[in-house]
C-alpha cells in the first residue's frame, strides 16, 4: 500500500524555512559566542601562527628544499611579521568578525545538513540518494580548500610578502586590518574554488555544461589558472608558483571528470579544437 504524503502549502513552507533559518542563526550565534571566547588563544596559535619561522609549512619546505637546491630558503629561522595596530577599535571589531568567521565556518556542515532537510522531501529516492552525495562531497571540498588555502597558499602569500624589500630603508610592519583582510580572503576563496567540481556537476545535471567545454577549453584555463596563481601568490619563483597551480589546475580536471560526456560529434569537434 503506497503511503501518501500530505501536500504542504506556500504558508507551511515558509514557516518551515523560517525555522530552518531560525536553527542556522542560532547555531552561528552560539559558536560566535563561543569562539568570542577562545580567539586571544586561537589569535596566538592559529591565525598569526603562519607569522614565524616555526609554522609547520616552514618546516616541511626546510625539510624538502635541503633535498632540492633550486627550491627557495625556508629554512631562515630569522622570519617573523610583525602586526601592527593603527586603529583604536581594530582589535574590538577583528575579535568580532574574526569570531563570525570562525562561527561559520564551524556551522557550514550544519548548515548543509539544515538545507538538505528542508529540499529533500521534494525529491524522489533516486534524486535524494544524488543530492545527499553532491552535499557530503561540497561540505568536504570546501573544508579541504580551507586546509590548503591555510597551510599553503597564505604562508607562501605572506613569506613573498613580508620578505619583499623595495628599499632598505622602508621597514616592514603589517598592519592588523591588512593581515587579516588577506587571512580571511584567501582562506576561505580556496573553500569556494574547491567547489568548482561541484558546480560543474550541477551545471552539467541541468544540461548547461559537458566534456567537451574542458578539452576545449583546456589550453586557456591553464593560462587562465596560471595568471591566477600569480595573482595569488605573486611569487617570482616557479616553486611557489606550481604550489597553487597544480591544485588549481587537479580541480579541472577533476570537473571534467563529473560532468557528463558530451554527444560525439561535439566531443569529436572539441578534440580537433584542442590538437
Excluded at 92 to 104: E, I, N, P, Q, V
Aim: proline share 5%; net charge negative; hydrophobic share 50%.
Amino acid at each position: 500500500m503506497e503511503e501518501q504524503q500530505e501536500e504542504m502549502s506556500f504558508w507551511d513552507h515558509l514557516e518551515e524555512l523560517r525555522w530552518t533559518l531560525f536553527r542556522i542563526i542560532l547555531a552561528l550565534f552560539i559558536f560566535a559566542i563561543a569562539g568570542f571566547s577562545f580567539m586571544p588563544w586561537l589569535f596566538d596559535h592559529v591565525v598569526t601562527a603562519p607569522c614565524s619561522s616555526g609554522f609547520v609549512t616552514y618546516q616541511w619546505m626546510c625539510k624538502i628544499s635541503s633535498y632540492f637546491s633550486f627550491l627557495p630558503d625556508f629554512c631562515n629561522d630569522a622570519f617573523q611579521v610583525k602586526i601592527v595596530n593603527i586603529k583604536l577599535a581594530s582589535q574590538f571589531f577583528t575579535h568580532m568578525t574574526t569570531s563570525f568567521w570562525l562561527a561559520l565556518l564551524l556551522t557550514f556542515p550544519y548548515m548543509m545538513y539544515e538545507i538538505w532537510k528542508f529540499v529533500s522531501p521534494a525529491l524522489y529516492e533516486n534524486e535524494k540518494r544524488n543530492v545527499r552525495w553532491v552535499f557530503v562531497c561540497g561540505t568536504l571540498m570546501f573544508f579541504v580548500g580551507c586546509l590548503v588555502g591555510y597551510f599553503l597558499v597564505f604562508p607562501m602569500t605572506l613569506r613573498f610578502l613580508a620578505t619583499y624589500q623595495l628599499s632598505s630603508a622602508i621597514e616592514d610592519q603589517v598592519s592588523l586590518d591588512s593581515y587579516m583582510d588577506n587571512f580571511l580572503m584567501l582562506i576561505f576563496v580556496m573553500g569556494v574554488v574547491f567547489e568548482m567540481p561541484l558546480v560543474s556537476w550541477l551545471l552539467s545535471q541541468v544540461g548547461v555544461l559537458n566534456r567537451s567545454f574542458f578539452h576545449k577549453y583546456r589550453r586557456h584555463a591553464i593560462v587562465a589558472l596560471l595568471i591566477a596563481a600569480a595573482f595569488i601568490t605573486p611569487s617570482s619563483d616557479p616553486f611557489t608558483l606550481g604550489i597553487v597551480f597544480f591544485p588549481l589546475y587537479g580541480l579541472y580536471e577533476l570537473s571534467a571528470f563529473f560532468v557528463k560526456p558530451a554527444p560525439p560529434d561535439e566531443e569529436e569537434e572539441a578534440e580537433m579544437d584542442e590538437a
